[in-house]
């Protein structure tokens, strides 16, 4: 299929790398890393996370799609990631491709080369490897020796501001559908490719469950809003669906977690513990999107935290999800894990977000058995009143009563996080932030009975979400998020007698308008990503990189000839009649639903969660197939004997 | 109520291991940071029973010894560990190299006999490659070299430029003619060098060869450190500082002391 030569490029990487800030990233050798012969597979993956290597690494989707594809005999698996600067300029100079790490093949050679997108600051990162790989930037450009480039991630539920550079998306869990697709090009391929690049596009787009961009036109209003968007050929699906993996202890990946030798953000193993939440926080599009909770059992959680250790040797496991102390049988997991590795030095960590008691108690026992890492909690927002609004239910008397039992238990710090320009927010529920984290050292200070506790408050602009009760909503504009937190930082240093037990990071409005504009944006935005990489905009989720100044520019000159500019993409609220450029993607949330659920925000009503109440009917489950997947199971973590067991065939 | 460091039981030592691992190819691009990382979990795949420090964040005890820069390939580093239950030394050997990535690979461990490690690693045996450069090119530079007394020279250290001498720990030097691992023709240095503070590195008696007699490689050499240890002054050879350990020991059987 491809026209590239599948050979490694190392040698000839190997005489740039002495030149470049920390090689190690781009020589791969990882622990677990998987190497095959080109020649003993038929279809063939290159795997991106298009950011650092120390970023993607850890990916959790790109590790679990790399076993899962690798795991089939005659499927091959790479990984590449982002490179720097100044390797880019060298490869530039010397003609050296975008490369995998693993074997260091050119990532041209593949069959597909599948991005993963949490976030989309990472899009003019896939212009540079797109066009360090020699693959045209425009989809429209490729031919039938090019990979197929599919975006995946939670930023592809809406892929349309890229619309104009990948060839296909997939929404949602991508275990099974990575599988399908695989089946498909496998078969294509056996049959000689007939039809070749467009027909290879119909037959993924024709599941209904692998959106193909070029096979839909979009038709715009006068004033710039959209018309509709429609199929334009036969055969392809008026909406697209997401895909839901159901049985999670079906899919216990990764088995073997890759270690890598670089330093990355994430030293650590982690196990999923459950996939989705219905919390129902209204700004929260990962919860909106990856509904129902589907839990993996309690025997599923000790089995793969076990093997994770036994393959990697890390000192710490992560419990991941959404939000895990909600997973039902998570007091038994905790303290079954607590047992188990007491006096190993490996330390269990839970990202808890969740503003209660119950939780402090959990971190109490999982830091039994090794180091303690910091207390989070995420109250969102600082006032009552807008806590309702976003529909995080948590009182003050729940957070007060929170952190009593943190400083109490010993622990000396803790992290709250809190956003800015949520809807209907005013500097009065910003400031009460400052009030919130005051009332927390003055409690800390009575039940620890000292005056060295800490408490820092984190905060960052908010940015209105595609399928999420405030897609609908105007995003603040930065100018008035920045003057809300210097408001807010300005308070709490101010105060004499709790300012300096108040530590304040906060990030300022500028990356959230950029970010607001590539979130809810539509093909039109695809002009502006493409000029802003050919100004030199790279890695646009690193602060030391990122310019507003150029995305501004770009976006002026990209859109002029358009009746929208960046405003009308971010600080703009939209009507409900209003045709949104992810309509014809389908996350199985009802829009009607979410409509009902923004007014009720903005009538401050809150709705709970329904694996413990009725069903409010959001869509997903009867849209889907799909149903709540959680315990109690009633079951035990297995006896296993815990790492360091090896030691009776070392001894003397 | 000051919070204190967990009460745990901190296993006393029994018994202190020296390990010679070797660094090669790709993995020569490891920092000094990475092998520290990629070791701890190794050990702690390999089931060794490591001794921990106290306190709120234990750490295994490891002590390294003079570890090769950042780029440079090395088939003599060494470290110690200290354990908790007498091992097999040779046993710790297999599991370890096993566990550890290829290219990170364990040569031979054996039990520590009394006195510091650090003190025994007083110098180094380099082998310096240079592609595109002739053996005549090479040793003209080097005897330019040698023939001076002090040649000064300066790097870039943390802390800021430094200038130190780079002529003085260098014992011995040599050009010879070669082939790199791709079967180009190439030049090779071969240089015993005292451990000095700050460490006289390849790369800066290379910056001396430059500033003595114009020698500037076109590509970046490949440098690999070869052996480590007591320096002996009369033949200007570097001695293997395991040696004692093993005479003192006995049982302690190497895998393969001179892989080359």
Redesign the interface.
């Known amino acids: 299929m491809s026209a590239v030569k599948a050979e490694s490029v ?2 000839r990487l ?2 740039l ?3 470049v800030q ?3 990233q ?6 677990n890393a998987v190497s095959k012969e080109w020649e003993s597979t038929t279809v063939r993956w290159a795997l991106m996370y298009p950011d650092a290597y120390e970023i993607g690494v850890p990916n959790q989707g790109v590790q679990i799609l790399y076993e899962v594809l690798n795991e089939q005999p005659d499927v091959l698996a790479e990984r590449t990631y982002s490179v720097w600067s100044d390797l880019e300029a060298l490869m530039r100079e010397h003609g050296v491709p975008q490369f995998t790490v693993d074997a260091h093949r050119p990532v041209g050679a593949f069959d597909v080369l599948g991005l993963s997108f949490s976030t989309e600051l990472g899009y003019t990162n896939m212009l540079t490897a797109l066009d360090l790989a020699g693959i045209p930037l425009h989809a429209s450009d490729r031919s039938d020796e090019h990979p197929i480039v599919l975006a995946g991630g939670h930023a592809a539920f809406n892929p349309e501001p890229i619309s104009a550079f990948i060839d296909a998306a997939v929404l949602g869990d991508g275990e099974q559908v990575a599988l399908e697709i695989t089946g498909l090009i496998r078969d294509f391929k056996a049959e000689g490719s007939p039809g070749g690049r467009e027909q290879l596009l119909m037959r993924l787009a024709q599941t209904g469950g692998v959106y193909v961009p070029a096979f839909y036109d979009v038709e715009y209003l006068p004033d710039g809003r959209i018309k509709r968007v429609v199929p334009n050929r036969p055969g392809v699906p008026w909406r697209v669906s997401k895909h839901t993996v159901t049985d999670l202890d079906a899919w216990p990946y990764p088995k073997k977690p890759l ?1 890598p ?3 990355s953000v994430h ?1 650590r193993a982690s196990v999923e513990i459950f996939r989705g939440c219905t919390r129902g926080c209204r700004f929260c599009q990962a919860g909106m999107i990856t509904r129902p909770v589907r839990e993996r059992s309690i025997t599923g959680i000790g089995e793969m935290v076990e093997q994770a ?7 710490e496991v992560g419990l991941l999800s959404l939000s895990s102390a909600d997973h039902s049988e998570i007091k038994e997991v905790a303290k079954g894990l607590a047992d188990r590795y007491e ?1 190993t ?1 490996t330390s269990l960590s839970l990202p808890s977000t969740r503003v209660d008691a119950f939780n402090i108690d959990l971190a109490n026992e999982l830091s039994r058995s090794g ?2 890492s910091g207390l989070t909690f995420a109250p969102e927002g600082g006032s009552e009143r807008i806590r309702r609004v976003i529909n995080k239910m948590v009182t003050e008397e729940d957070l007060i009563r929170t952190v009593t039992t943190a400083y109490g238990a ?1 622990w ?1 710090q803790v992290k709250l996080y809190f956003m800015c320009g949520l809807p209907t927010e005013t500097d009065d529920d910003v400031l009460q932030i400052a009030t919130l984290a005051r009332e927390v050292i003055k409690t800390g200070r009575e039940v ?3 005056k060295d506790i800490r408490c820092t408050v984190s905060i960052g602009g908010f940015v209105p979400k595609p399928h999420t009760p405030f897609q609908w909503a105007a995003q603040l504009d930065h100018e008035t998020t920045d003057a809300r937190l210097a408001k807010l930082r300005n308070n709490i240093r101010d105060d004499r007698q709790y300012g300096k037990a108040i530590g304040f990071r906060y990030h300022d409005g500028k990356p959230g308008i950029v970010e607001g504009l590539l979130s809810r944006g539509d093909r039109r935005v695809s002009a502006v990503i493409e000029a802003v990489w050919r100004d030199g905009g790279r890695f646009d989720g690193w602060s030391e990189h990122f310019s507003f100044e150029r995305w501004m520019r770009c976006a002026e000159q990209a859109l002029a000839d358009k009746p929208v500019d960046v405003d009308w993409y971010t600080t703009r609220e939209r009507e409900f009649s209003e045709v949104l450029p992810w309509d014809h993607l389908d996350s199985g949330l009802d829009k009607d639903w979410l409509w009902e659920d923004w007014q009720d925000s903005l009538n401050d009503v809150e709705v709970e969660d329904c694996r413990w109440t009725p069903c409010f009917d959001c869509g997903v489950c009867p849209q889907m197939g799909t149903d709540i997947e959680i315990g109690p199971t009633g079951k035990q973590l297995l006896p296993l004997t815990a ?5 009776e ?4 | ?3 204190q460091p967990p009460v ?2 901190v296993a006393p030592i029994v018994q202190k291991l020296r390990v010679r691992y070797a660094k090669r190819g ?2 020569r ?3 000094h ?3 520290q ?2 070791l ?10 490591m001794a ?1 420090s106290a306190g ?3 750490h ?1 005890k490891i002590s390294y010894a003079g570890a090769a820069a ?2 440079s390939a090395s088939e003599a580093e060494y470290l110690e560990i200290s354990v908790t ?4 030394p040779d ?2 050997r297999a ?1 370890l190299d096993a ?1 550890l ?3 990170l690979d364990v040569i031979e461990v054996v039990e520590a006999a009394p006195g510091a490690l650090a003190d025994l690693l007083q110098a180094s045996e380099w082998q310096i490659e240079l592609p595109d450069v002739s053996a005549g090119q090479a040793a003209e530079a080097v005897a330019a070299l040698m023939a001076e007394t002090e040649v000064e020279v300066e790097r870039m250290m943390k802390s800021g430029p430094r200038r130190f001498d780079a002529r003085e720990p260098i014992v011995r030097l040599a050009a010879d003619s070669g082939t790199t691992a ?1 079967g180009a023709p190439c030049a090779i240095l071969r240089t015993v060098v005292r451990h000095a503070t700050p460490a006289v590195r390849p790369d800066d008696i290379l910056t001396a060869l430059r500033q003595v007699a114009g020698l500037t490689p076109p ?2 050499p490949m440098v690999t450190r070869l052996a480590q240890g007591p320096i002996d002054p009369e033949s200007g050879t570097v001695a293997d500082p395991l040696a004692a350990d093993r005479a003192s020991v006995g049982d302690a059987v190497a895998a393969d002391p001179h892989p080359r």
Request: glycine share 12%; aromatic share 6%.
């Open positions: 190392f040698p190997e005489a790398l002495p030149l920390k090689p190690i781009y020589v791969g050798g990882e622990l270690v030798l670089a330093e030293e250790l036994q393959a990697t040797g890390f000192e006096g030095n180091r303690r010993g000396r620890a009975g000292r790492i360091g067991a090896g030691v065939t070392l001894r003397a | 109520m000051a919070r745990r039981d790709r993995l691009f490891t920092s940071r990475d092998i990382r990629a701890e979990r190794a050990l702690r795949r390999a089931g060794v029973p921990y709120f964040t234990p295994p950042m780029g239950e007498r091992l097999s046993r710790v599991s566990a990535p290829p290219g791709s590509v970046p």
